[in-house]
């Protein structure tokens, strides 16, 4: 799909975090963008702000970790814009925990809402696509799931889900027009350790959330299979931590991220007491 103009996305999470980047990217490709999130007023503020650029964005309340009421969601938006050619699954949450402090509500709220939802929603809008031999569905993981993250396990293993997944539907639609694109940042400066006050690791690259917003259109435009923001460095490493588990291990805990996902945890968890 070389040109976004024109296009129907579909962007769920997108009143926070990466998201009003994407959105605000996504309209200046001059792209109506069916802004789905939780909170009302955030997307009232980021449709505003879209109006003034010019541009169509409309915002559907919605929280989709409720996948029983996601057909709903699908049908209310093909009534509105018509067909969706793009769906962009970038709604997310995110608790740092030692593993065994996780409640079962912690566990099946993140895989829901992380992996589950973003499946359900590729289910529901496939079959458009496929009649019209056009479309592409991009999937916004992590870093952390191609190495696990230390008490963000529940989180990475969601991640790790998400890269498994669009790897083997890329397969599937590989005869088709459809593409699919899975891109996974690192370290941004809208991530969850941002909101916690937490620094990034000294030697981390902490990416500004435009190069993502930008790393998303072209994997898009590009067909692109798999974008690690980090690079070509980020690739050697996570290949090597396939072969050497223990050299990533040793790695992460040098590097001080073990010990600041640990403050981390710490810190989520004062603040919900």
Not at 178 to 205: H, Q
Request: hydrophobic share 45%; aromatic share 6%; charged share 15%.
């Amino acid at each position: 799909m070389k040109s976004i103009a024109g296009k129907t996305v579909l962007l769920t999470g997108a009143s926070g975090g990466i998201g009003t980047f994407i959105t605000r990217a996504l309209v200046i490709e001059k792209a109506t963008v069916v802004a789905v999130s939780r909170s009302q007023r955030k997307l009232n503020d980021i449709c505003t702000e879209v109006t003034a650029l010019g541009g169509k964005a409309i915002g559907i309340p919605f929280d989709i970790s409720q996948v029983a009421e996601l057909p709903n969601l699908i049908q209310q938006i093909n009534q509105v814009v018509g067909q969706i050619d793009i769906l962009i699954n970038n709604a997310a949450i995110e608790k740092y925990r030692p593993f065994h402090l996780y409640t079962l509500q912690d566990i099946q709220s993140t895989l829901t809402t992380n992996l589950v939802a973003s499946m359900e929603l590729t289910r529901l809008v496939l079959p458009s696509m496929l009649a019209h031999n056009s479309g592409h569905i991009v999937n916004i993981a992590s870093g952390s799931g191609k190495k696990g993250m230390p008490y963000n396990s529940i989180y990475s293993a969601s991640k790790a889900g998400l890269i498994m997944w669009t790897d083997a539907l890329r397969q599937e639609l590989a005869d088709t027009n459809i593409g699919v694109s899975v891109v996974c940042p690192g370290y941004t400066a809208a991530g969850m350790f941002s909101a916690l006050g937490v620094p990034a690791p000294s030697l981390a690259r902490v990416a500004p959330p435009e190069e993502v917003a930008i790393a998303v259109l072209n994997a898009i435009k590009k067909n692109q299979a798999e974008v690690l923001l980090d690079g070509l460095i980020a690739k050697l490493l996570f290949s090597n931590f396939q072969l050497f588990p223990q050299f990533g291990d040793f790695l992460y805990k040098l590097l001080g991220m073990t010990k600041l996902n640990k403050i981390s945890a710490e810190q989520q968890m004062r603040s919900s007491d």
